[in-house]
């Protein structure tokens, strides 16, 4: 066998997903798993019956149309209008795609050049900076710093260069939980138009806000014809493995992301998509609850992780909490998070992975609260054993 190493250089350092490595844990230890971001209650029965249905009485069970079944796409776009007053022609203007994480690789490989420069926030979702490196292209992170994660829109500007192409946003920010206000949006939209930039924007959590609410910034001023808006089903209708996502956008931007898309997955989830469809059409309550029954848990979860000890930094929308262990005398958030399981059986990611910046992340550990009320009490229960259990293993890390 040839010395060269068989994984190529643009996915060199990817390795296995924090997420996988993190869950992989919890099962090996019987954790409490606050880590991966799924809900342990699943999405409403109705919808639950509409895909069963579908699936027995035929409908999506052989190869939908490669843009999506047109009952789905119809739903993307009543769902845009009734929420933002956005219009998008069904037909041109919307593509479905296998969850959220096809559309952010289909619109990279799509709409990126090598050599081309994306800027993102950083922390990452960590699948934007693995499809930015299958593009050819180059991330240049925007760092989100603690405690408030409010973008440096001075320094943003500082980091357009003739090369910059695109600005991947993402809001709600996964995982800080930092949400766009119309004023930041307006000034990036400001900057795309002034520097003609393309703009692609993971706004998966848009049913998640707390505080503010959700602005999509193709409804600015000159940003709807330079914007790729993605969603998905997973974390509104709490199905995340049924993975029914959607672009929406200009026809020539959805033509080229559906271009890419055609030969990622072809088309995916045929029954899924007729019950998405139905779910996108579900009155204002669904949504309203969902927000309110995640406000709770988000206050169930700060409150335990504030008399746990840990530095909290309360989010304005998603369902994650950071924190800081830096109260526990610790400084290393993956050393924190590959021995929590043992210390006191919960399993949580550390942000730092998300990080370019290694400085910048590097005690700071996200924790889920889509979880029952019952599993935040308990696991917040464990966690308050670690006061103890740091000052007695590791009286030395203090300084
Ligand atoms: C969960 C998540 C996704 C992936 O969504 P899918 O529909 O499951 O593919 C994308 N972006 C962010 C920020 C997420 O948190």
């Known amino acids: 066998m040839s010395a060269r190493p068989l994984l190529n250089r643009r996915l060199n350092g990817l390795g296995t997903t924090i997420f996988a490595e993190m869950s992989a844990l919890a099962t090996a230890t019987g954790s409490i798993n606050l880590g991966q971001g799924f809900p342990d209650t699943d999405g409403p029965r109705e919808i639950a019956q509409a895909a069963a249905d579908a699936v027995l009485n035929g409908r999506g069970n052989q190869y ?42 289909a619109a990279m490989l799509a709409l990126l050049e090598p050599g081309d420069e994306v800027i993102a926030f950083e922390p990452f979702y960590d699948s934007y900076a ?57 000034a990036i939209a400001e900057l795309a138009c002034e520097r003609d930039l393309l703009v692609v924007t993971d706004e998966v959590y848009e049913h998640l806000v707390f505080t503010g609410g959700h602005h999509p910034i193709a409804a600015l001023p ?53 019950a998405v469809a139905e779910a996108l059409r579900l009155p204002d309550s669904y949504f309203t609850t969902l927000r309110t029954d995640l406000l709770r848990k988000r206050d169930l979860l700060a409150d335990g992780l504030r008399a746990a000890g840990f530095e909290v930094y309360t989010p304005q929308g998603t369902y994650f909490i950071t924190t800081d262990i830096t109260p526990f005398g610790e400084k290393d958030a993956y050393a924190f998070c590959r021995t929590l399981p043992e210390r006191c059986g919960v399993v949580a990611i550390p942000n730092s992975v998300f990080y370019d910046d290694p400085d910048a992340g590097r005690s700071q550990v996200r924790f889920t ?31």
Request: with cysteine.
């Open 64 to 105: 939908p149309p490669g843009p999506g079944i047109p009952e789905l796409r119809t739903a993307v776009a009543e769902h845009q209008q009734r929420c933002y007053g956005l219009t998008y022609d069904p037909d041109s203007e919307v593509l479905v795609t296998a969850g959220a994480t096809e559309a952010i690789a």
């Open 222 to 274: 000159g940003m709807r014809d330079r914007t790729v808006t993605i969603s998905s089903a997973g974390k509104t209708f709490s199905f995340t493995g049924w993975k029914v996502g959607w672009a929406t956008g200009s026809p020539d931007l959805i033509a080229a992301v559906r271009t890419a898309k055609q030969y990622l997955t072809y088309v995916s989830a045929g029954p899924f998509q007729y």
């Open 369 to 399: 609260f889509c979880k029952q009320d019952d599993v935040l009490s308990d696991a917040t229960a464990r966690l308050r054993r670690l006061g103890g259990s740091a000052v007695l293993t590791s009286p030395g890390d203090a300084g």
């Open 130 to 186: 693995a499809c930015i490196a299958m593009a050819g292209a180059t991330r240049v992170p925007l760092t989100l710093r603690a405690p408030d994660f409010r973008p440096d829109l001075d320094r943003l500007r500082a980091l357009v260069t003739p090369r910059t192409r695109l600005l991947l946003l993402n809001t709600p920010h996964n995982p800080t939980g930092m949400v766009l206000t119309p004023d930041e949006l307006s």
